[in-house]
Nanobody, 125 residues
Framework: QVPLVESGGGSVQAGDALTLSCEAS??????MAWFRQAPGKEREAIAS????????TYADSAKGRFTISHDKMTNTLYLEIHSLKPEDTAMYYC????????????????????WGQGTQVTVSS
């Protein structure tokens, strides 16, 4: 497993932008991803990336306002969120696997064996 620590969440106004960070221990190897879970809802995928290969995948609902990126030097995963909406309010989780997840499965939460503690994002209108 890969120890993960998220940060960057907070309470913001609709229309604001926010960048979440996820620090991962060790050298970047496997697939990493962002998920979120709102109260009373299932966990949903946002985006994934394979740091050593540069391939990124976005959930259809995340295309346009979310940007995933990775800093190989610090092995830190980022999620930029623009034009935040109240419906973006959720706990945001970073996930990782030691190895590359199959491309067709990168947005499936069950593919990841390492999870951070989550960082809360609250958007008010």
């Amino acid at each position: 497993q890969v120890p993960l620590v998220e940060s960057g969440g907070g309470s913001v106004q609709a229309g604001d932008a926010l960048t979440l960070s996820c620090e991962a221990s060790g050298m970047p190897r496997g697939t990493m991803a962002w998920f979120r879970q709102a109260p009373g809802k299932e966990r949903e995928a946002i985006a994934s990336t394979f740091p050593t290969g540069g391939k990124t995948t976005y959930a259809d609902s995340a295309k346009g306002r979310f940007t995933i990126s990775h800093d190989k030097m610090t092995n830190t995963l980022y999620l930029e969120i623009h034009s935040l909406k109240p419906e973006d309010t959720a706990m945001y989780y970073c996930a990782a696997h030691e190895w590359r997840v199959a491309s067709a499965r990168v947005l499936e939460s069950r593919q990841y064996n390492s999870w951070g503690q989550g960082t809360q994002v609250t958007v008010s209108s």
